[in-house]
């Protein structure tokens, strides 16, 4: 019998068993969720018959019973049962309970946006910005303040969505169906569940794995599919109701000017991925700038039907006239007949048809690579926007200003943004790699007096500064004349260089505008990507007016060490006069990028986060003594672990000054589609990271605490910090961690999920762990319910301090000081989805006795992190302060743990199998593989 908490509808037997009246769910999303689970069990029963369902009731039964009872022996008898199923039974049940957290989230989805609709909108996040800083600082302080604001958001190709885009565009299209309210018994819910049922099935029958593993012109693709969605149907309605809010406090938006834009390192990040070569980068590119026009295309195209003006009634504009006539002069072949015949009387539409025509011709362009013609096609996003300041300025002549400034003005900040490429291109690569450039270009020369590789960071800082001043090329032409100068790798490196400047001639300059360079440890790794670019013919820092730099240099500060020297390396590399001069050309903006999940791996999260937020001082206090607005590139994952968490808190949680309008971060795998698959989350996501920035900016330009308390918190932050290091590095300096590791956690089945293009491993020197990449190491503590990356070392900090009598201190931070309680907010969080009962399974059952005693030493650190916090925070349990969110994890394990225990069954298959030295099954991959997407559907993450 299921137990009390099942969901029992004595005349449906078809049904996935639920926890349909748990009063941890609010009842109308107990009521979706209970209604497709009715759905998803007839569709296992139409597929499977009656057994799988009565196999699901009975292993989620016997699972809560074991869990609840925390018995080694109960998980062990759930153990052999489930090691003892046919693999295809043990597949279709563990694709039961993935496909039941699907539905699950899709319907979740669904009422965060009911939420969301039911709010007041001056309860949200952009009004209340907006209204709090005119209350502060005025209409003046707001517009300044406004006109500041430059918000990048950058998707990259992180691979930690599991998830196929085949299977998200169908949970979308339920999510749509369940959008729209309908009454239990009418045609509207019978039609309802007839199309829910229809899209549940082809679901199942949907293979959630992908046979391949995607290149970068796939993730790029998977990228347009949500930034097409942005442009049309998001951003125009943000841009306008932020316009409206701000001119109610009188402030407006400049022409043209958009607040917020998006970035890609799809195609670009270079950085241990041997499959982004310069080729690859040109075909993304390509792929952008198809969606893009297809975006200014649409947006053109709707104005047509819109501006029907008439010269005869307003009067005829010389300007206007002059501009189609150039228009038809150019190549009138593009320009149709019969609409110009059409609308003769109605120039805007005119204007707007040869505005279209133009982007064709454009495209056309991209695809054939011909050159720029002046006048038939556009050679960029600013040429676009000529055209539309030409068209508001003519309206305004002849008393159309509300026409001006209404879906004209929208449209042509939407295309501002957009472009020709949709989203700016960074490009990223290790910065031993272009030493190794370097390293060939000098031996060559022979002017210094031994070999380049064998310089100090010091010398090649001065002999990288020197050249880069120097007015004669390196190597010049010879680099592509002489094929010898160069190896095939080191050649690769070079290439991406020749192809930005290619990119630049085809796109603008505006298609790439950063180049960013993995593991900077000196000013010197700087300067040598500064050097090659200029041999490519992107810098020329001599000649007067003629002096340009078409791309920026950012350093990308990582671990430790680096982070802990940020102000010096940003110090050395703005007292250079060449690389300073390069800044001068970039309009005196230096962008600098904080890497969270090196550093979290390095040092763990406390340490981490405290330094990353000293060196955001250091380099606020640099950046300011040598004239420089710094904006700080913050590369956020989606796991806590990897830097995540709610997006307003880390950007508010930053020091005082550091924001100045300028920020850009990182969205990244599970992270995109959560946010960003329906428009009207995509929406609040837009509005709570420009409303945070714009808080920041504008009110938090000076400490919210006295100085002295401030200083006072960073002593004991500090004192929290050493000791959660010292006890983060007993575990990762263990010389069996790694055995410990790989057998405790299915981190060697993740290259087999094909989720994304890049190796889970580096390829530069780094071995073993050292060289694991930070997803992966994410990857497996979390499937294994571990999660030591997201909190291990918090409680041996936060005790340190406590006994050493600083406890009214860590009060005192927790109740005033915002980045303090924001870290502890999540470490919190992450303590709450961390299991160590199902961990203890996963340990007792892969792992070599002789290596339990790290499992008692990460147990023994998470109890006391758990009585820590709740110590700290003054709650009796874990997320007591979140009770949402506590509800959401305690329903969610009780169908996580059955799949948790059926990847510890399927591991246990694998491993006999390969100490067997038998090959692996298809089919016991399939079912090992469906187990690592069933967890990370129900934590909704993986790394």
Not at 193 to 208: G, P, S, Y
Not at 592 to 602: E, H, W
Not at 665 to 682: N, R
Request: aromatic share 6%.
């Amino acid at each position: 019998m299921p137990d009390s908490d099942a969901l029992v509808v004595p005349t449906l037997t078809s049904e996935f068993p639920v926890v349909g009246d748990d009063p941890h769910i609010d009842a109308p999303l107990r009521a979706t969720v209970r209604r497709l689970s009715t759905l998803l069990g007839r569709t296992l029963a139409d597929q499977h018959g009656q057994e799988l369902l009565d196999l699901v009731e009975q292993v989620r039964t016997t699972t809560k019973e074991a869990k609840s009872q925390d018995s080694e022996a109960s998980a062990q008898d759930v153990q052999s049962f489930l090691a003892a199923l046919p693999l295809e039974q043990a597949t279709a049940l563990t694709r039961a309970f993935t496909q039941y957290f699907l539905l699950a989230n899709a319907a979740e989805q669904v009422y965060r946006v009911r939420a969301l609709d039911e709010r007041s909108s001056e309860d949200s996040w952009v009004p209340r910005t907006v209204r709090a800083v005119a209350e502060e600082l005025g209409p003046e302080g707001l517009q300044k303040a406004v006109d500041s604001l430059d918000v990048r958001l950058v998707f990259t190709a992180h691979p930690t969505e599991a998830s196929r885009r085949a299977v998200l565009t169908k949970l979308r299209r339920i999510s749509d169906i369940l959008a729209e309210e309908t009454e239990e018994g009418t045609a509207e819910r019978r039609r309802q569940d007839r199309d829910l049922a229809e899209l549940i099935e082809t679901l199942w029958q949907t293979d959630e794995l992908r046979r391949s593993r995607p290149t970068p012109q796939d993730e790029a693709r998977n990228a347009l599919y949500y930034l097409r969605q942005i442009f049309r149907q998001t951003m125009p309605g943000m841009l306008d109701d932020l316009r409206d809010e701000l001119r109610a406090h009188g402030a407006d938006l400049r022409e043209g000017q958009v607040p917020l834009r998006f970035g890609s390192w799809i195609g670009g990040d270079r950085d241990g991925n041997p499959y982004v070569t310069a080729e690859v980068t040109r075909d993304v590119l390509k792929l952008q700038a198809e969606t893009a026009i297809d975006v200014a295309l649409e947006a053109v195209s709707e104005l047509i039907l819109e501006l029907s003006v008439s010269s005869e009634l307003t009067g005829d504009d010389e300007e206007l006239r002059a501009s189609l006539a150039d228009d038809l002069e150019h190549d009138p072949r593009d320009l149709d007949p019969v609409q110009q015949e059409l609308y003769h009387e109605e120039p805007y539409r005119l204007k707007l048809g040869a505005m279209r025509a133009k982007l064709h011709a454009t495209r056309e362009r991209i695809r054939t690579g011909a050159p720029h013609e002046h006048g038939r096609d556009y050679a960029s996003g600013e040429e676009v926007q000529e055209d539309f300041h030409l068209l508001r300025e003519t309206l305004r002549r002849h008393g159309g200003v509300r026409a001006a400034d209404g879906a004209l003005a929208i449209a042509q900040q939407v295309l501002s943004a957009s472009g020709l490429n949709l989203a700016t291109l960074d490009v990223r690569e290790h910065s031993e790699k272009h030493h190794e450039v370097l390293a060939r270009l000098f031996d060559r020369v022979g002017e210094l007096d031994r070999p380049y590789g064998e310089l100090s960071r010091e010398e090649r800082t001065t002999v990288l500064g020197r050249e880069l001043g120097s007015r004669r090329p390196l190597v010049g032409s010879a680099i592509t004349e002489d094929p010898s100068i160069l190896d095939d790798a080191t050649r690769v490196t070079y290439n991406v260089f020749r192809e930005i400047r290619d990119a630049h001639r085809l796109y603008g300059t505006s298609v790439i505008e950063s180049y960013i360079i993995s593991m900077t440890h000196g000013a010197d790794d700087v300067l040598a990507a500064a050097l090659l670019a200029r041999e490519a013919g992107l810098l020329s820092l001599t000649g007067g007016e003629e002096k340009r730099a078409d791309i920026g240099f950012v350093p990308l500060l990582e671990e430790v060490s680096e982070l802990r020297h940020a102000g010096e390396i940003l110090d050395q590399l703005l007292s250079d006069p060449s690389y300073r001069e390069i800044v001068r050309l970039r309009g005196d903006r230096q962008e600098v990028m904080l890497g969270y999940s090196d550093g979290n791996k390095d040092a763990g999260v406390i340490t981490s986060q405290w330094e990353i937020h000293q060196a955001q001082r250091a380099l606020r206090d640099v950046a300011a003594r040598h004239g420089v607005t710094l904006r700080l590139f913050h590369g956020r994952g989606g796991s806590v672990g990897r830097g995540g968490g709610p997006t307003y808190d880390a950007i508010l949680a930053q020091p005082y000054g550091v924001l100045e309008g300028e920020i850009k971060f990182t969205e990244q795998g599970e992270v995109i589609s959560d946010k960003y698959m329906l428009p009207s989350l995509a929406r609040e996501n837009l509005d709570l990271s420009l409303a945070a920035v714009l808080e920041g900016s504008a009110l938090h330009t000076a400490p919210r605490t006295p100085e002295k308390t401030l200083e006072r918190f960073g002593e004991v932050m500090q004192s929290v910090s050493d000791a959660a290091f010292t006890r983060y590095r007993t575990l990762v300096d263990d010389e069996n961690l790694p055995e410990y590791f790989v057998s405790s956690t299915p981190v060697e089945q993740l290259g087999n999920l094909n989720i994304g293009s890049r190796p889970s491993k580096r390829t530069t020197s780094d071995k073993g762990l050292d060289g694991l990449r930070a997803i992966p190491w994410v990857f497996g503590w979390t499937q294994s319910r571990q999660i030591v990356p997201g909190w291990f070392g918090a409680g041996s900090g936060l005790k340190a301090a406590r006994e050493a009598g600083l406890e009214p201190d860590l009060h005192e931070m927790y109740r005033c000081w915002h980045f303090f309680r924001t870290v502890i907010s999540n470490v919190e969080m992450t303590l709450a989805k961390t299991d160590m009962q199902i961990a203890a399974h996963y340990v007792h059952s892969l792992v070599p006795e002789h290596l339990w005693y790290l499992f008692d030493r990460i147990r023994e650190e998470y109890e006391l992190s758990v009585a820590e916090i709740e110590r700290l925070t003054g709650v009796l349990d874990l997320l007591d302060n979140q009770p949402i969110l506590k509800r959401t994890l305690a329903v969610r394990d009780r169908y996580l743990d059955p799949i948790s225990y059926m990847q510890v069954a399927m591991l246990q298959r694998a491993r006999a199998a390969a100490e067997a030295g038998e090959e692996l099954s298809p089919e016991l991959q399939r079912a090992l593989l469906t187990t690592i997407n069933g967890v990370a559907a129900g934590l909704k993450n993986t790394g």
